[in-house]
């Protein structure tokens, strides 16, 4: 009877450790999940400012180029 709660003591305790060491990377692991999605909405503000400021300045070149079309036209 007593092997048995020698035994079972001992599972318990090595059951109990596991489940520390289990919490322990549940915890790294929503931590590195969060620094994902902290580096994933910054990557995504930076693409969104350099896509508006390509199309800004896309618009800017074509008004320039017809500009300059346009002077070349008056004025051969």
């Given at each position: 009877?007593?092997?048995a709660i020698y035994v079972l003591s001992i599972i318990c305790v090595?059951?109990?450790l596991v489940n520390f060491?289990?919490?322990e990377q549940l915890h790294k692991s929503k931590e590195r999940?969060?620094?994902c999605k902290?580096?994933?909405n910054t990557?995504?503000?930076l693409y969104d400012l350099t896509r508006d400021e390509v199309l800004r300045l896309e618009e800017e070149n074509q008004i320039l180029g017809s500009?300059?079309?346009e002077q070349e036209i008056?004025?051969?």
């Open positions: 009877m007593r092997a090595t059951l109990l060491h289990l919490i999940e969060l620094e902290f580096k994933y990557s995504q503000t500009l300059l079309a008056i004025s051969p």
